[in-house]
């Protein structure tokens, strides 16, 4: 079992977002489109429209940082990043070094008619998004305030 340190990038809210979690675990691919190992020069750029799957990228070695809406992420050999299907980004190679990219299909548990009547409402990152939110903002720091509905 692999446990890293990671970000994703949070297509519906289009910012950044840190997570602790055991990515291998978590995530569920239907179909790998491609999985290639590719080395980056320095200063290497692009720019990525809609893109049209999911990706997941593990650096070895060097650094490429991807910007969404002036927000930026570090993809290194401590970083993984997940770039979620239809995200538009920027991406540029501050330091040398090889990675591995895997374009994939995936979907989430239970998010199919059949499986739920709110299915067309699921997305797994914005619910563990909410739950964190809701874990540091209300339940670590429960008052009197925070606890009790609007009237």
Known sequence: MLTMRGKYINLFREEVVEVETNIISNL???RVNAA???YTEVNTKAKRTNRSCWAIVFKFEGET???VNGEE???NNGNVVILPKGLSYEWVCREAGHCAIVDFEGDVPGATARDCGN???MNLPEAQWEA?????EVLLFATDE????PQ
């Open 28 to 30: 569920i691919i239907n």
């Open 36 to 38: 290639s190992t590719i």
């Open 65 to 67: 940082v991807y910007t």
């Open 73 to 75: 992420t570090v993809s």
């Open 119 to 121: 299915y067309l409402l």
């Open 132 to 136: 964190r939110k809701y874990l540091e």
């Open 146 to 149: 925070n606890l009790v509905y």
